[in-house]
């Protein structure tokens, strides 16, 4: 079957210029042409989109879990507090010590803390400090007592990051975040606007890290309470996922829609894909756009999949 003379010419052309574009997107000279209502079509598409690929990891975690909720979406919040440097040693972190053995010493900051950094593989070691040398006491009668197994202290990275985000300071900020906040996941549950969550997530530090860094070595008192873009981070990369996720598991779309309100009530991302798309003229305006702009950049345009996006089609049939 001959197809040549049954296709546009000039659609041809223009999906053959999209191919050999050699642009960030190949659409970066039309799109600010797009209709805002063709736009805000594909995102909404692509945000849905993006969620259901994080969820695979959430399931996955789940099933590792009995199906466990408040254990994985304990594992996933600490993964997060890792960030992207420190991720891996968190999540282990966690795995190494059961939020149902935190749970049982809720009550002491102290205890919770010792777990967290005895666990963490940082108190094996002398220290000067009468806090550190506390720590080490409770930790020792602790981990006795929940036959404990820490993680190698040569796993957690501090290369090239600066001291408020070392992760003896973001251990402490999220023992703190334990410490206040029993049942976390199933206290979001009941959240109904992302200012709550802030509320909650809005966590510092105990009294010996406001000047520390590090155990044993002083510095200049500095409030550590968690800042704006790691909250936003926790909302966008943990907690939305979870409540899609949780939604889909147990059939009730109102977690689903809360999931997307939360986006909408968050601030995005600022990253170099981010404001690429802003500089082309692409209005930005919460984590609903910032969410789904990565998943066209890095699961269309990257591969050129045009024909697979509608703003891509709108383009090339109008170009």
């Known amino acids: 079957l001959e197809i040549k003379n049954r296709i546009n010419k000039k659609l041809y052309q223009n999906y053959l210029d ?16 797009v209709p805002q209502l063709i736009v805000n079509s594909a995102l909404d598409k692509l945000l ?29 919040l600490a993964r ?32 919770i803390e010792a777990m967290l950094f005895g666990q963490a593989g940082m108190l094996f070691e002398h220290f000067e400090d009468k806090y550190p040398q506390q720590l080490q006491n409770e930790y020792a009668f602790l981990k006795s007592k929940f036959k404990l197994q820490p993680i190698e202290k040569h796993l957690w990275k501090y290369l090239r990051l600066r001291p408020i985000n070392f992760p003896n300071v973001s251990i402490a900020q999220f023992a703190n975040l334990i410490f206040t906040s029993s049942h976390l996941f199933s206290k979001i549950l009941e959240l109904e606007h992302a200012t709550e ?33 790691a909250i936003h981070n926790i909302i966008i990369n943990t907690i939305v996922p979870f409540l899609f996720v949780y939604g889909k598991q147990k059939d009730e779309e109102k977690f689903v829609d809360r999931a997307l309100l ?6 995005g991302e600022s990253n170099s894909i981010i404001k690429k798309w802003s500089s082309l003229g692409v209005s930005i305006k919460t984590a609903h756009s910032t969410q789904a702009l990565l998943q066209l950049k890095n699961e269309y345009c990257n ?17």
């Open 80 to 111: 997060n507090f890792g960030f992207k440097t420190n991720a891996e040693p968190f999540e282990l972190l966690a795995k190494s010590l059961p939020s149902l053995v935190l749970g049982k010493h809720k009550n002491s900051l102290l205890q």
């Open 303 to 319: 591969s050129k999949k045009c024909l697979n996006c509608s703003i891509g089609n709108y383009l090339l049939k109008n170009s």
């Open 48 to 76: 849905l989109e993006r969620l259901e690929r994080k969820s695979q990891a959430i399931i996955n975690s789940l099933a590792l879990n009995n199906n466990n909720w408040e254990e994985t979406f304990y594992q996933q």
């Open 197 to 229: 969550l802030k509320k909650v997530l809005n966590v510092s530090v105990s009294e010996y890290w406001e000047k520390h860094f590090m155990l044993d070595k002083n510095s200049v008192k500095k409030s550590k309470r968690l800042g704006d873009e």
């Open 262 to 267: 939360f986006l909408e009530q968050t601030v």
């Open 18 to 33: 999209f191919k050999s574009s050699n642009d960030w997107v190949p659409c970066e000279k039309q799109i600010a042409s």
